[in-house]
């Protein structure tokens, strides 16, 4: 199969681009904000616990989550993949537009930045990461998509019937790896995550739902990584461990951890019926 012939830029007005790229990230943005102001809304989630925010708080965190997408994104991409930036070309840093968003960096950014929230607004960090968590798979699906129309982060050379020739990478035929992780990364862990939301309603166990991201992605992004076509830029680990892998095996640990924490704690008791439906409208 050859790659189809996508256009990366969606409209071209002189020199300003509107790049599908930029959409993913826009559009992971607004749904993913109205995702969790929906989960704080809705009552039957919280038969134990009130909601760990209103959806007005919901409204302003939005606000520190799109920059430390941003910066953590940028700042982890430079850090654990092209690091020598720092001191060839350090201007190049702030040109986002150009690409390289790191999603382990981004996480890291969404967790400075959602606990900066939760102090400043006197919220449980825990309940509020699993709202926030909830919601991430959305990106998940639709970056991993902007990275296939972009023809970039292809897999490694295979000969299984659906592999793609690259523009870029030769003339071997390549797993399609971006929608692998669209898959797996977006579909999947969406549906894992509001099984957990909706039928356990495991929001009331706090850190439970961030366990189950953490974990969930960790082993996705360890297995994926044996197809996908590491940087090439990247030195030789030994082991034929890849950056993927070694930054998403501390992931599966702090998940595992969370679950086992949040799962052995009792419930407290149920919430009277008026008080379910008042919670989804005050901070605990």
């Known amino acids: 199969?050859?790659?189809?012939?996508?256009?990366?830029?969606?409209?071209?007005?002189g020199p300003f681009a509107i790049r599908w790229y930029a959409l993913a990230y826009v559009a992971t943005i607004l749904l993913g904000w109205r995702y969790a102001a929906g989960l704080v809304k809705n009552a039957r989630l919280w038969a134990y616990r009130a909601p760990?925010?209103?959806?007005?708080?919901?409204?302003d965190l939005i606000l520190w989550l799109t920059l430390g997408v941003i910066v953590g994104g940028?700042?982890?991409?430079?850090?654990?993949?092209?690091?020598?930036?720092?001191?060839?070309?350090p201007v190049e840093i702030l040109e986002t537009w150009k690409g390289g968003m790191s999603f382990h960096g981004g996480a890291i950014g969404v967790l400075?930045?959602?606990?900066?929230?939760?102090?400043?607004?006197?919220?449980?960090?825990?309940?509020?990461?699993?709202?926030?968590?909830?919601?991430?798979?959305?990106?998940?699906?639709?970056?991993?998509i902007a990275n296939f129309v972009n023809g970039e982060l292809w897999g490694r050379p295979t000969t299984v019937p659906w592999g793609m020739v690259f523009p870029d990478a030769g003339p071997e035929p390549r797993h399609p790896s971006q929608l692998y992780e669209a898959a797996l990364e977006g579909i999947v862990m969406?549906?894992?995550?509001?099984?957990?939301?909706?039928n356990r309603k495991w929001l009331n166990r706090p850190g439970v739902i961030m366990g189950l991201f953490l974990a969930g992605y960790g082993l996705i992004r360890i297995s994926l990584e044996n197809v996908r076509e590491p940087d090439s830029y990247?030195?030789?680990?030994?082991?034929?461990?890849?950056?993927?892998m070694?930054?998403?095996a501390p992931m599966v640990v702090a998940g595992a951890v969370l679950i086992w924490r949040g799962l052995r704690q009792p419930l407290p008791a149920p919430l009277p019926a008026t008080a379910q439906a008042e919670a989804a409208h005050e901070p605990s």
Do not use: C
């Open 52 to 59: 760990p925010a209103t959806g007005e708080q919901i409204d």
């Open 246 to 248: 070694m930054l998403s």
């Open 190 to 198: 969406f549906l894992l995550l509001r099984w957990a939301t909706h």
């Open 1 to 13: 199969m050859h790659f189809p012939n996508l256009n990366p830029v969606l409209v071209q007005i």
């Open 112 to 144: 400075v930045a959602g606990f900066a929230f939760a102090r400043t607004k006197n919220i449980n960090p825990l309940s509020l990461g699993d709202v926030i968590v909830a919601a991430e798979p959305i990106g998940g699906f639709l970056v991993r």
């Open 74 to 89: 940028r700042l982890g991409h430079v850090i654990f993949y092209t690091p020598s930036m720092i001191w060839t070309n």
């Open 234 to 244: 990247m030195p030789h680990f030994p082991l034929g461990l890849t950056m993927g």
